[in-house]
């Protein structure tokens, strides 16, 4: 009886725990009101039998027949013993059935309302048959699918603290059926950019930390815009630094997407700041560095609180590339821009020490990228 709900999702077998077993079915209850409603026309036809056998019933059928009227009598009496029980049984019937539709709009209702969304609508009804057992499905369905929603807030919650590479590596390791294992990596180059916002320290300093945070969140919200929109990856937030990497070959390569996207940046903040200067905000400058080069990516951490990171010198180049960039400026390395020929417009070349560097590193202010260009 239970059969028809083993399965009503993706194939897989659903738990029938609380749903109420069907012992007397609505085929059934309708089958027994045609079997009472044939034993009362068939209880009338035998009372009707019954009294034509009393002596009264003789004697008025001798003087019936004497003037011709017998038929009509026992014709009268029969149709009257049908039409009582049929009418008894018509009415046991139209009750019977209207309790059920009145029953089965209930469920109508709540299904609808759970089609709206509203996961807190149940059916309490009573019976035990297959619309009382709908109703206990009904419900089951409810809350399984608002454990689901929940489940769906908390997912989407979760994936903004999550960057698309650790999304993009669980979702390739759950595809073979796999466990992500610390220590896991790979080879692969990659462009980083690090993005600074100026001056934030001794506004902090000085500021109540709840001004302090939505200042920096709109500041860092315009960055990401700007690199999600060239395909990069925001790695990490470090105080007021922001982090990020881009890969693959798509729209002319990482490294050009890596520099539209710090130039990006700089257009944003300047907006932003106009809007702040005429509002009497403070306004800050982003310093950007960018560079480019083989790092190893992977999982790094513990095996209990893992991140997805990415190690090698390009990134602590990149790095250092922003510490060492003017407020409102962007460098690049020599070799990030090698071979992009005309798709970047470069200021004069320099050389920067860096920290850790024993030579000291070619690079250039990048002033605009050209679309189109590669």
Not at 92 to 103: A, E, N
Not at 283 to 292: A, K, L, R, Y
Not at 339 to 350: C, D, M, S, T
């Amino acid at each position: 009886m239970l059969d028809f709900i083993a399965k009503p999702f993706g194939g897989r077998k659903r738990d029938t725990k609380g749903v109420r077993r069907v012992v007397f079915g609505l085929n059934a209850r309708l089958t027994a009101l045609l079997a009472l409603l044939l034993l009362a026309l068939l209880a009338g036809a035998a009372a009707v039998i019954y009294w034509a056998e009393t002596p009264a019933a003789r004697q008025s059928a001798a003087e019936l027949e004497r003037i011709g009227l017998l038929p009509v009598r026992w014709l009268s009496l029969f149709v009257a013993a049908a039409a009582i029980a049929g009418g008894a049984g018509l009415l046991l019937s139209s009750g019977y059935i209207r309790g059920v539709v009145r029953r089965l709009r209930r469920v109508q209702a709540a299904a609808l309302a759970i089609g709206d969304g509203d996961y807190d609508a149940r059916i309490a009804l009573a019976g035990r048959d297959e619309v009382g057992q709908l109703a206990d499905i009904m419900n089951n369905m409810a809350a399984e699918l608002k454990e689901k929603d929940a489940l769906k807030r908390e997912k989407g919650t979760m994936e903004k603290f999550i960057s698309k590479s650790t999304r993009t590596m669980i979702q390739k390791s759950g595809k073979d059926g796999e466990t992500v294992n610390l220590g896991e990596c790979q080879e692969i180059d990659l462009s980083f950019l690090f993005a600074d916002v100026r001056g934030f320290t001794t506004f902090a300093e000085s500021h109540h930390p709840m001004e302090v945070m939505a200042t920096l969140n709109a500041y860092f919200d315009l960055q990401y815009q700007a690199i999600r929109s060239h395909s990069g990856d925001v790695d990490d937030y470090v105080g007021d630094q922001v982090m990020a990497h881009f890969g693959g070959n798509a729209r002319g390569g990482h490294r050009v997407r890596a520099c539209r996207a710090a130039v990006a940046i700089q257009e944003l903040i300047r907006r932003l700041n106009r809007e702040r200067r005429k509002n009497e905000l403070p306004v800050f400058e982003v310093g950007i560095g960018v560079h480019s080069g083989r790092v190893v990516t992977g999982t790094i951490g513990a095996s209990k609180r893992m991140d997805f990171a990415c190690v090698g010198d390009a990134v602590n180049t990149a790095a250092r590339l922003c510490g060492a960039t003017a407020p409102g400026a962007i460098l690049v390395s020599k070799a990030h821009v090698a071979g992009l020929g005309n798709a970047v417009r470069l200021g004069q070349p320099g050389a920067l020490r860096l920290k850790g560097k024993k030579a000291p590193l070619a690079v250039y202010e990048l002033l605009d990228v050209r679309e189109g260009q590669r």
